[in-house]
């Protein structure tokens, strides 16, 4: 005998329904007998309803049945709704109950390896292993439905715009984008390899070449790095390339994309963003992905304090073209312990710091570590541009490098927002902005050699590329990212589009032409056939998915994501190949021992 069809969904249930007769199929999520009475909840992905089985005589077989539930059958139920005489305020079909009158065991369960309940304590691993008994919690379903809700929005949303949707291939020529490229043997070309896509980023150049004008794609990336808390070596990206843009189309066109997906999801997303050049979101907020949900702004000290002491510290950077000194403000810290800025002066140190100066305002006068460099005056003057108050602790951090300066007074920041609870209750307060403006090429310190920034075929701005004989580390690009508490979203760049400016970047990287025409031929190509001006941008979907659904766990937003050691723990993956299989390729397992294995 066949299942009966499902009448309605075990989370719609409702007190409206009281009365009427339904039919529910889904999974035992907890099952009592309460003195006769037989209760087990349904649960499907809508959320559960409570069932009850009353032992009468005409129930007597159902009873049997119902008796011998245990979590995660797979059960079909008819019954009629009433309402019930303990309601239970905490979940939404609190309110009723359904007394079955039919019930199927669909299939049975063992008993699972950890329970499917919400505050499970399973490890991750475990979880991952069952990766589908995971996914039946609550939270996990949730999220993907709303991963679901979100593709969709950004499909119609590109769609009304007059974006095309085309796919790229998976299987594709191995070009830079900055990290190390996954490898796919060929089989008919044996000792040739195809790259995993790092992201689409030429393809879609092409498709301005081609004269598809407007293009997107939801598209799957691969990057074999080593992995951290909100990375993944596959991830999605939503790509978008438009032709004759400039910034500002590329930015409404990403803005109204993202406060749609927001909206889609029951949050809101505040627009227009923020813009701020590279500079200003490094001296201002210390990181090029500034949280801007709470203040605590750097204070550049830099010139106001030239002249005005002998502390070989300070002298020292202020002797440099690109030193610099900046505070931050810890308000209340003056109360700190010895031991608490201790920790603070590790962290500094951390991120490249000598040391921290820190300065007590308290109502006795200043305290300092330096007290003995900085004379009563400066420490005033200090005071009054850092904004500090009685009972504050100034934070004062100096480096000969700029940026690196900065990054030390950010990395102080975010430590300070977390130890004064300044993000408590901000999960679903979102800041988000454009950081412009950014250098086109970074300095390796140690080989003194230029790499790219973004990838090599971001366009420089135009003032800069004039310039650019008087220094690389000057010249700005034409990238943007969006950063959203603290998160970088993606980047973008309107692109190059001449073949002699894409050979000259190429040169300036240090790619020979024969490499160029080797690694980069046929785009060099096509720029010699009509390329339009052109640009765009990608972001990360599971970064946006993480955002709204208020995880910082990216593996919550994945239905099978990988664990830390880039491992898929329920199909076992990677996995040694057959020998066969190696045959075919042509190729033979050597392992070089001589190469130390990556951690
Ligand atoms: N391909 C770039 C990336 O993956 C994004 C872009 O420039 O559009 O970061």
Known sequence: MGFRQRTIMAGEL????????V???????????????????????TGKSQCVVQPTDETALLYEIARKLRSEFVVNVEGVVRKREN?????????????????MVLNESEVPPFEVKEDTTASEDLRLKYRYLDLRRPSLQKNLAMRHRIMQTIRRYYDTRGFFEIETPVLMKATPEGARDFLVPSRLH??????????????????MIAGFDRYFQIARCFRDENLRADRQPEFTQLD?????????????VMEGCLAEVWKSVGLTLPSPFLQLSYHEAMSRFGSDKPDLRYGLEIQTLTEMIRGKTEFKV??????????VIGAVVAPGGAEWSRKQIDTLTDLAKVYGAGGLVWIKVTPEGYESSAKKHLSEDLLSDIKTVCGAREGDLILVASHPKWERAYTIL?????????????????????????ITNMPMFEEDEDTATFTFKHHPFTAPDTQDWHRRSEGL????????DIVINGYELGSGSIRIHDRKMQEEVFDLLGLTREEQLEKFGFILDAFKYGAPPHGGMALGIDRIVMLCSGTDNIRDVIAFPKTASMQGLMDNSPSPVEEKQLKELRLEVKLDKSVEKPE
């Open 14 to 21: 409702s007190s409206q329904h009281i009365g009427e007769r």
């Open 23 to 45: 039919v529910l199929s889904g999974w035992v999520d907890s099952n009592r007998d309460l003195g006769g009475l037989l209760f087990f909840d349904l649960r499907d992905r």
């Open 87 to 103: 309601p239970n305020p905490k979940i939404p079909t609190g309110e009723i109950e359904v007394v079955v009158e039919e019930l």
């Open 190 to 207: 044996p000792g040739s390899f195809y790259a995993l896509p790092q992201s689409p980023q030429i393809y879609k150049q092409v498709l």
């Open 240 to 252: 978008v390339e438009m032709s004759f843009p400039n910034e500002a189309m590329v930015y409404d």
């Open 314 to 323: 300070f002298t020292d950077v202020l002797e440099k073209r690109q030193g």
């Open 410 to 434: 950010g990395a102080l920041r975010s430590e300070l927002a977390k130890r004064l609870g300044l993000l408590e209750g901000k999960q679903f307060e979102f800041a988000p902005a454009w």
């Open 473 to 480: 580390g000057d010249v700005r690009a034409r990238a943007y």
